[in-house]
């Protein structure tokens, strides 16, 4: 299984990106995708996510409002897209996978240990 991150960069506040994760090696539509980040010094922390078929969606309350995820199934691609960035939105941004997704967690777990598999990440950086 591969997560292959990509989009990031160095953006002015105020500023959008859309960052685009391509999964192989898995049945795209049967997994729960998300997005997460993390700054040095601090846990990997939810930032939004999207169950199979994408039928319901989760965001972060820092998020909510400016960033969207969305998937295509066709294309075994997540996109996060990211409006009116922050200077406190720069991070390292890991899409990851699971097929574990239960009724308990609204079908989008929103803690680490839900997701079995990760990508590399890719750096968003926001300067003001």
């Known amino acids: 299984v591969q997560l292959q991150a990509s989009g990031g960069g160095l953006v002015q506040a105020g500023d959008s990106l859309r960052l685009s994760c391509a999964a192989s090696?898995?049945?795209?539509?049967?997994?729960?995708m998300g997005w997460f980040r993390q700054v040095p010094g601090k846990e990997r922390e939810f930032v939004a996510g999207?169950?199979?078929?994408?039928?319901?969606?989760s965001y972060a309350d820092s998020v909510k409002g400016r960033f969207t995820i969305a998937r295509d199934d066709a294309k075994t691609t997540v996109y996060l897209q990211m409006n009116s960035l922050k200077r406190e939105d720069t991070a390292v941004y890991y899409c990851?996978?699971?097929?574990?997704?239960?009724?308990?967690?609204?079908?989008?777990?929103?803690?680490?240990?839900?997701?079995?598999?990760w990508g590399q990440g890719t750096l968003v950086t926001v300067s003001s």
């Open positions: 990851a996978a699971t097929s574990e997704a239960p009724i308990s967690t609204l079908l989008v777990p929103t803690t680490t240990p839900w997701y079995e598999y």
């Open positions: 999207i169950s199979w078929r994408g039928g319901r969606t």
């Open positions: 090696g898995v049945t795209f539509s049967d997994y729960c």
